[in-house]
């Protein structure tokens, strides 16, 4: 049936596996296939970018394969999970006139929208994020991920199979978002080789931790014992799987071992450690944040971490690009009010307290007035219950000092022409008398003149 030109499917876009291939009596739009994970070589991550890049007839689903099995990787798994945990802990609001709005900050506290912002930020890897927005049935927002093998970016068009070349155009859903690009493949194409390497260097090392590691268990027969050969080789199966060599008396056993098993065994080490790197760099920017090395100095980690957080920063201008100029218009067309408002990041203050108190301290000594309850908040204090009364107390302190070295003692002071009896004079006198009771023990000595 030719439908429309401007026909929308209104309905979300289902999702089923190749037995259950309809959903409430409909056909699924799309069915989900097993991704082949395991036995992966340079030869085939060759030819699925060679597919991928056809201008023509591009094929992404072997590729993407590979990318999926590169995430069991330990080391790509843990840094691209540190660089999401740099988005998924920003506090973004949606403000209209410098105020918050709480009809559409509502919807964006809800865990949905942390996983959104970590599927943003992925569409970097993969090379693009497809995603269909939908009201629940208590009318709060949501989202639903597109497999991205079941979406051709180039020709705009979403597959009922990921073998498929051609499908229904994605201008026929409601509320779909695309981030990224069309043609590139995300920078986990440069990541995979390094995996791939990497996976070789580890088996390789397997076996030479299985050959080179365990010792080999020698067992020694009467040539015609038939009976003892049998008996010798059940015991050697239930004593473990490390290698057993069985033979007749009188044969020679000869082990010819490698002249540097540790050298060998470093090899394989270090040459794990230097793809982990190059992995580190090119999620993170960096390696010192990630790997200790007896090279590092704080200096150095200094500056790797300030790499990091320029890439948080970069991410993060990603993301309110995206929020104000793509996610907005799908709140509207979901029924939300986003008319002269926009998504911000509220800044976080993760400055050391240390270094807050110091500068606090140094405002107080500029004579920079403070507010006492920002004071309590910052530095998580808690507020005595009798504040008003302690503070009036330590003002009438600050207050009757003042008075008393402002107003000498000694009523004779305000008289013309005598120096030693003017207020500063005065006040000068009590400090000398208040330092030399302080200091009476010292013996008493003469020689150069001095007030004291």
Known sequence: MKRPKNYKDTRRITQTGVCASTTNGRPADIIIQQPELFMLNMQQYMQAVDMAENFDYNQRSQLYDMY???????????????????????????????????????????PWFKELLKDLVMSKFWGFTLVQFYRNEDGDIRYDLIPRKHYN??????????????GRPLEEFDNMLFVGDERKLGCLASIMPAILYKRGSIADWYQFCNIFGMPIREYTYDAGDEEA????????????SNAVYIHPKGSDLNFIESGNK????????????????????RVLGNTLTTDAKETGTQALGTVHK???????????????DTLNYDVK???????????????TITEQDKQDPAQQLMIVQGLKN???????????????????????????????????????????????????????NSPSASSSVDVKNHLRSFFGLAPQTTGADTDF
């Open 229 to 240: 050969r049998k008996r010798l080789i059940a015991d050697a199966r239930r004593q473990g």
């Open 306 to 320: 300030e790499e990091e957080t320029d890439m948080n920063k970069d991410d993060c201008d990603f993301l309110i």
């Open 153 to 166: 970016p180039i020709t705009h068009k979403l597959l009922r199979y990921q073998s498929d070349v051609d």
């Open 68 to 110: 999926k099995s590169a995430m069991l990787d330990l080391h790509l798994d843990g840094v691209i999970d540190k660089r999401l945990r740099g988005v998924t802990r920003l506090r973004i609001e949606f403000l209209r006139d410098g105020k918050p709005d709480d009809a559409v900050n509502e919807q964006i506290k809800s």
């Open 329 to 343: 218009p799908v709140f509207e067309a979901l029924g939300f009010n986003v008319q002269g408002g926009e998504f």
């Open 366 to 420: 500029m004579g920079l007035p403070l507010d006492d309850d920002w004071l309590y908040e910052t530095f998580k204090v808690q507020k005595p219950a009798d504040y008003d009364k302690k503070k009036a107390d330590a003002e009438a302190q600050k207050e009757a000092l003042r008075q008393a070295l402002t107003n000498p003692k000694d009523p004779d002071s305000g008289r013309e022409g005598d120096k030693r």
């Open 262 to 281: 540790t050298g060998s065994s470093d090899l394989y080490s270090e040459f794990t450690k230097y793809w982990d790197s190059k992995i580190s760099i």
